[in-house]
């Protein structure tokens, strides 16, 4: 017999497995009520889905950020319940849209799209260009390339921005913002890895990369961001060269990921120009949001 509910705290342990190894601590916070809903699948009393979604103030969203069933129970409808639960879930908590997004390559991208469509979501959009390389990334030419370091800047590791240094870019977002949201270096530093950089200007930080472990393998380049009057100069390509060339000396890292929202129109252009011939792997992350409020017409 199938049966769905929300999970509260412990309930979620038997799910782990159905999620990241990164958001596995999130199952402790989940509840009925709240920021995070984990709706949990069963068939004969045994674990077989999850759909964990989690609210994002931000953006005035729900977001999914994992929907799993274990490969013996698909095809019988467990993801489609799941995804109506969470849909009713979020609509019971008074928030009013839900994000759901896929891979456009993934083995699963056409069961979710049709899946999508049968519950009345939008078309998903493209919303980020996924990247991915190994070391024949070092052959490329932009890496070759002199990097363009100004008079009176320096690039120095992310761990040694200063105190002072830190304060004023946090006071500078308070009183006259200039850092996207998303790219806000403080979000990602606790795990900032080895070849993190920062560009300084005159004493003040204007410019980083910061990156972080995705597997045993693998740096993750998440998050990097040029001061927008600083932009248009070659100074976050100087940034990407030191913190590859840092990442190049550990054989042990042989690849890098990387994703670059299409809204950054310059990024992904250079991505496309000068990194695509040497990718491993380069597929849109497609998004789809559903105004949880409109009436189903069948
Ligand atoms: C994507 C995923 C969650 C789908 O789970 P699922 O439980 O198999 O999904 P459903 O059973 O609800 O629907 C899948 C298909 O089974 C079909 N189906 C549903 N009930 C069925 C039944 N009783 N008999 C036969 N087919 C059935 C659906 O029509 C659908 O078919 P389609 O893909 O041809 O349109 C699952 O494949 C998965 O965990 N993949 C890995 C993780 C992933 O990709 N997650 C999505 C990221 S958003």
């Known amino acids: 017999m199938n049966h769905i509910a929300t999970l509260r705290f412990a309930q ?104 999508l469509a049968r519950q009345a979501w939008p078309q998903a959009q493209p919303e980020r260009l996924i990247c991915a390389c190994d070391r024949s ?27 002072r240094e830190r304060a004023a870019l946090m006071a500078e977002q308070l009183l006259d913002p200039w850092i996207p949201t998303s790219l806000n270096p403080f979000k990602y530093e606790a795990n900032a890895e080895f070849n993190s950089v920062a560009l300084r200007e005159a004493g003040k930080i204007v410019g980083w990369v910061i990156t972080e ?42 690849h890098a990921r990387w994703a670059v929202p299409y809204h950054f129109a310059p990024m992904v252009k250079f991505v496309q120009r000068w990194m695509a011939s040497y990718a491993t792997e380069l597929q849109d992350y497609l998004v789809a949001i559903k105004n949880l409020e409109q009436p189903i017409t069948i």
Request: contains cysteine.
């Open 213 to 254: 472990r995705y597997d045993a393998q693998t740096l993750v380049y998440s998050c990097s961001y040029m001061h927008p009057e600083r932009q248009k100069r070659g100074w976050i390509v100087a940034l990407y060269i030191e913190a590859v060339r840092r990442h190049a000396t550990r054989s042990d890292l042989p």
């Open 12 to 115: 979620s342990i038997p799910f782990h497995g159905f999620t990241f190894p990164g958001y596995q601590s999130t199952l402790w916070a989940a509840d009925v009520q709240g920021p995070v809903q984990a709706i949990g699948a069963w068939v004969d009393g045994q674990p077989v889905g999850l759909a964990l979604s989690l609210w994002c103030p931000d953006e005035d969203l729900a977001r999914m950020v994992s929907l799993f069933v274990a490969p013996a129970f698909r095809r019988q409808g467990v993801a489609n319940s799941l995804l109506a639960a969470t849909e009713s879930g979020w609509l019971a908590r008074g928030v009013k849209r839900l994000e759901v997004g896929y891979l456009q390559k993934s083995d699963t991208a056409d069961t979710v799209s049709r899946m």
């Open 137 to 163: 990334m070092l052959d490329s030419k932009w890496f070759a390339r002199e990097p363009v370091v100004p008079d009176g800047c320096d690039i120095i590791s992310w761990s040694q921005v200063s105190v």
